[in-house]
């Protein structure tokens, strides 16, 4: 039995009756009184220079209150496209007007007259020197010609000595390598660590392949929302569905020079998020700027169709990776070359392809990777932004190594996974994690090692890594009269964060679940939280939660020891109430009556304060088995089992963890086996839940999920992260559970029945 | 959504005098309609209602023919006893619309008249060999449901024309059909294919085969159907038959698919079907 009483248990989560009853009110529910209605006006094409906008016709109609371009933004940071659009619904224009329909007519009354340019939506022909250019100077060379060009620089720098042989032959160096310039390209990263040509050359196989990961959207269910009301002193009102008030707070502040405190952000309940509410001028931006000019309150929502075309999705990238290993299973080598789209801004995930070195001891490790710009909107985070793309890349390409070698594609990973104290390939020691536990456990769960198998049935196993954040944050505790407690803070309530905290705080202060209640402030009145994003909010804020319980805790035997006159050290806080531990006078107050106590005392009120930053994070782990069946006349897929297990360190709220473990999985699922956003000349093609398809409940048997608890040394009471890592590995779960089916590697997302039927006949069958 | 009339007649004169009016649309369920005048594709001036006319809706048997009224509820034609024993294929088909949600509202008579190619029930009409009954304020005429469509949206219903039922004469003994998709429910049809047999002593007497977003319009594999006739459904002949179906279409590509993969499933997905209602046919 656990030491806790409440941590560890599974409790109703704090806003269940508010979530099921209606009652919670998200960011469409909000109408100040004399509300208006706002609308953004699009780029009807993927790439065209703007020749004029004419507002003049949509002026005329009743009912408009005020039309908006960038010729309105006074800081003059870019909210609106002027001279040229980039991608098909990008924003120039936006309306306000008394009614929505109004508001939508208006806006295809604006005139805008393009000069329409030639498209490019794949980025290996975006690299190409063919490709229509986005920006004018993204060109970057090479790495060979980068690094090449660098020693170049360096000798010519060196003034004392004379290079010009060295610099010549380099030169000459330089010429062979044409074609490795790359264009349109938004931002690069480079990591090495030994020397991987080493590697290979030691390697008994090597395998190469090129993985192909389309653009996917984190269809949360709420669109983008925000009102926002300027007053007449200029204080700004914005109710905001996003992950991050605080950040939004800024972020509005900087891109219209309003100051920071003039700015007033009230997060209303998020109706899903994964990494992709964060977005300042999506519609935060231009809510205010249309509630400036018409100092009336306006409400800005996207359509479905606008989340498709203007959201901010998780990029897609081609990956290229080589891997060596020798025949006893030893990993040597790992080479990936990966072009991300970025889409007309830069900001993918690039970073995250570093993850194709999963959790194994590879001593050669060699990553290069590059933004590419499209014709697309750009992208954002989106569950672990970056690492499913990267391990589906790695995690597939282990299995075609664990197959040519003979080995148990279990067993092989068992025996390259890192342990305590291993280098990190490019990135340190591995602390204590459980990567092999959570591994065996996936593997015992799902019956792997007696496991069978009929005709065009097969078996996959995928693991991923992925750390949680960490940021500031602040919490306040209060004990009432009554005994009960109430929290405050100002980070949004994501995947039940709210009740983590809660139940840490009941923990710690000895009270009920029950009597604790906990209220998110505005950025007007709580103290800063970090956004929730990251997995950051169990980890930063049930820490900060603790040390906020923890100094209420201290006032509450200080309070005690005065009232029971007893030394602190005498007495101890259990069951809501102090009680002196010597039993001989067995004497004991409650929590309500040393709050009441409290009010009339020179120290004042219980009230605890936690304020929390930066500690080290532990990586988590989640491990994932498929059982699939493919039809192999229609290619269908069909899932017959899928167990998950996840290194989450320390369950603060067991079926919370569940429900995070089987929604990543499913996320993950989805991706490998129907999600794509499909781009054509003209952009964005599918920009609905018709034909950009999410998986119902009919699609999936039950997720089996397996907790892992290896905790994390400064995760409160050993807690990790736990919303990212599941959707990690889903994506190599699925295609290597194919593979096993029907002996095709699929390495090209997602799997759809066409893919299998054309690949099967590819393969003579 | 663009501002229109609507009107609500309650008797079918009234409703065909109004909709033989330019730019009028008929609301049947709404579940199309409402969400291209959501989207500004479809732009009527006029809608009118179906509902308050009575004696559109409803599922009558008399002795070896069915009657579906045109406003009868997709989820009721899926629900049906008699259709689910006498017409399977087309008791699937209802089955396979959107959600349950959407099948409470929608119709039997606007999933037809949209003249979507894909539509699921269109399958399980074209190999019942359904009669659609229209009126007019100029009177009624029935036309064989092979013939009603003329391209993807469009059919030989001629202003104010209304569909007001389907009569599905004396069944065949078996019949199935198959939708091919991603999804497993709530999915359009990548293509859709059904077949209806009747056997006596081990012969195929007579054979249906629709096939559905496999050409402009519904179509039934006529040729493939000749082929079965007055055979012995070997498994060679099933593959010919699907062989034959397949290279009767005309498939387009698009983003769900390639032509190539739709007319590889109708060979598939017509060996199936077959399979299926012969054995629905031998049972």
């Excluded at chain 1, 469409?28 to 703007?50: C, F, Q, T, W």
């Excluded at chain 2, 290279?247 to 077959?274: K, N, Q």
């Amino acid at each position: 039995m656990s030491e806790y009483t409440v941590v560890g248990q599974t409790v109703a989560r704090v806003d269940a009756v508010e979530k099921v009853t209606g009652a919670a009110q998200y960011g469409a529910d909000i109408h100040p009184p004399g509300m208006l209605y706002g609308k953004i006006v699009r780029s009807k094409h993927a790439h065209a220079n703007i020749r004029s906008i004419d507002t003049s016709e949509a002026e005329k109609l009743p009912g408009v209150r005020a039309i908006i371009t960038q010729d309105d933004v006074p800081s003059g940071r870019r909210v609106f496209a002027t001279d040229k659009v980039l991608y098909l619904g990008e924003p120039l224009a936006a309306v306000a007007a008394t009614d929505p329909d109004i508001a939508e007519e208006a806006a295809e009354r604006i005139k805008i007259d393009y000069e329409v340019l030639p498209v490019v939506q794949d980025v290996i022909e975006a690299i190409k020197p063919s490709a229509p250019r986005l920006h004018g100077d993204d060109t970057k060379d090479g790495p060979n010609r980068r690094e090449i060009s660098g020693q170049i620089r360096t000798l010519s720098r060196d003034k004392e000595n004379d290079h010009s042989d060295e610099i010549s032959k380099l030169e000459a160096e330089l010429e062979a390598y044409p074609d490795e310039v790359y264009y349109n390209i938004s931002a690069e990263s480079h990591t090495e660590a030994g020397d991987v040509e080493k590697g290979f050359a030691a390697s008994d196989v090597v395998v190469e392949d090129t993985y192909v990961i389309p653009r996917v959207h984190q269809t949360y269910m709420e669109p983008h929302v925000s009102v926002a009301s300027a007053d007449s002193s200029g204080k700004v009102t914005v109710w905001a569905s996003t992950q991050g008030p605080f950040a939004i707070r800024s972020g509005i502040a900087g891109t219209l020079g309003i100051p920071l405190t003039q700015i007033n952000v009230i997060g209303t309940t998020m109706g899903g998020g994964f990494g992709g509410r964060f977005g300042v001028i999506i519609t935060h931006v231009p809510a205010v700027l249309l509630s400036q000019k018409t100092g009336r309150p306006v409400r800005v929502q996207m359509t479905r169709e606008e989340e498709f075309t203007d959201g901010r999705p998780a990029p897609g990238c081609v990956i290229k990776l080589k891997t060596g290993a020798t025949n006893d299973g030893q990993i040597l080598a790992r080479e990936a070359l990966a072009f991300w789209d970025s889409g007309s801004v830069s900001g993918a995930s690039i970073g995250s392809t570093i993850r194709v070195r999963g959790v194994y001891k590879i001593p050669n490790l060699k990553v290069d990777a590059y933004g590419v710009h499209t014709n697309k909107s750009g992208t954002a985070a989106y569950r672990a932004p970056g690492a499913p793309q990267a391990i589906f890349a790695g995690e597939s390409q282990l299995d075609e190594i664990a197959e040519r070698i003979g080995m148990d594609p279990v067993k092989f990973r068992l025996m390259n996974m890192r342990e305590e104290g291993d280098a990190v390939p490019a990135g340190g020691s591995e602390p204590k994690v459980g990567y092999k536990e959570t591994l065996e456990a996936v593997a015992d769960a799902a019956g792997w090692w007696n496991r069978e198998a009929d005709e065009n049935q097969g078996w996959g196993v995928a693991v991923g890594d992925w750390t949680n954040g960490c940021g500031p944050g602040g919490v306040y505790v209060s004990v009432h009269e009554d005994g009960s407690v109430r929290i405050f803070h100002g980070s949004m309530d994501i995947t039940g964060t709210d009740t983590a905290i809660s139940q840490i705080i009941a923990e710690i202060l000895t009270v009920p679940y029950e009597s604790v209640t906990i209220r998110r402030g505005d950025t007007d009145s709580a103290p800063y939280s970090t956004g929730s994003g990251g997995s950051v909010v169990t980890f930063t804020m049930g820490n900060t939660a603790k040390l906020a319980a923890e100094d209420a805790h201290r006032r509450i035997l200080e309070l005690a020891s005065e009232r029971l006159n007893t030394n602190v050290d005498d007495l101890e806080l259990k069951d809501g109430a102090v009680h002196i531990i010597s039993a001989e006078q067995p004497k004991s107050i409650s929590l309500g009556e040393l709050a009441a106590y409290s009010l009339s005392t020179t120290g004042g009120p219980i009230v605890g304060k936690g304020s929390f930053a930066r500690q080290a994070s532990t990586p988590a782990l989640a491990a994932q088995i498929a059982k699939v069946e493919v039809d192999p006349g229609t290619g269908r897929t069909r899932v017959l089992k899928l167990v998950a297990s996840q290194d989450v360190g320390f369950a603060i709220n067991p079926m919370a963890v569940e429900g995070q473990i089987e929604g990543g999985t499913v996320q993950g699922y989805a991706w490998a086996m129907m999600e794509e956003m499909q781009y054509g000349e003209g952009g964005n093609i599918n920009p609905g839940f018709v034909d950009y398809r999410v998986p119902t409940s009919a699609d999936l048997p039950t997720v089996e999920s397996v907790i892992v608890e290896v905790p994390a040394p400064n995760g409160p009471y050993g807690a990790k992260g736990v919303g990212e890592p599941p959707i990690t590995p889903t994506l190599a779960t699925m295609a290597n559970a194919v593979k096993d089916a029907i002996g095709i590697r699929i390495t090209e997302l997602p799997i759809k029945p066409e893919k299998v039927v054309d690949a099967l006949k590819s393969n003579g069958r | 959504m663009k501002s229109f009339e609507f009107y609500e007649p309650t008797t079918l004169a009234e409703a065909s005098r109004l909709f033989a009016e330019e730019h009028a649309q008929l609301l049947a369920g709404g579940t199309d309609i409402i969400i291209g005048m959501k989207a500004y594709t479809e732009t009527p001036e006029t809608v009118i209602s179906l509902q308050k006319i009575p004696g559109l809706a409803g599922i009558t048997t008399d002795g070896d023919s069915i009657s579906i009224g045109a406003m009868t509820k997709v989820r009721e034609v899926e629900l049906s006893g008699d259709i689910q024993q006498h017409h399977t294929a087309l008791a699937e088909g209802a089955s396979e619309i959107g959600s349950i949600q959407i099948r409470n509202l929608a119709t039997i008579g606007g999933n037809i008249a949209h003249a979507s190619p894909a539509a699921d029930t269109v399958a399980g009409l074209l190999v019942a060999d359904a009669q659609v009954d229209i009126a007019s304020a100029d009177g009624e005429r029935s036309v064989p449901i092979d013939e009603l469509f003329t391209g993807p949206g469009q059919t030989v219903l001629t202003p104010g024309e209304i569909i007001t039922r389907f009569r599905l004469p004396k069944p065949a003994s078996g019949s199935h059909y198959i939708k091919h998709k991603i999804r497993e429910v709530m999915d359009l049809a990548f293509i859709g294919v059904a077949a209806a047999v009747n056997l006596d002593n081990g012969t195929i007497t007579d054979a249906r085969i629709g096939l559905a977003a496999v050409a402009p319009t519904p179509i039934r594999a006529t040729a493939a159907e000749d082929l079965l006739k007055g055979n012995a459904p070997t498994p060679a002949l099933l593959e010919q038959a699907g062989e034959t179906a397949a290279a009767g279409c005309s498939p387009i590509s698009d983003l769900r698919c390639s032509a190539e993969h739709r007319r590889e499933m109708v060979d598939v997905l017509t060996r199936r079907t077959l399979q299926y209602a012969l054995e629905r046919a031998r049972a």
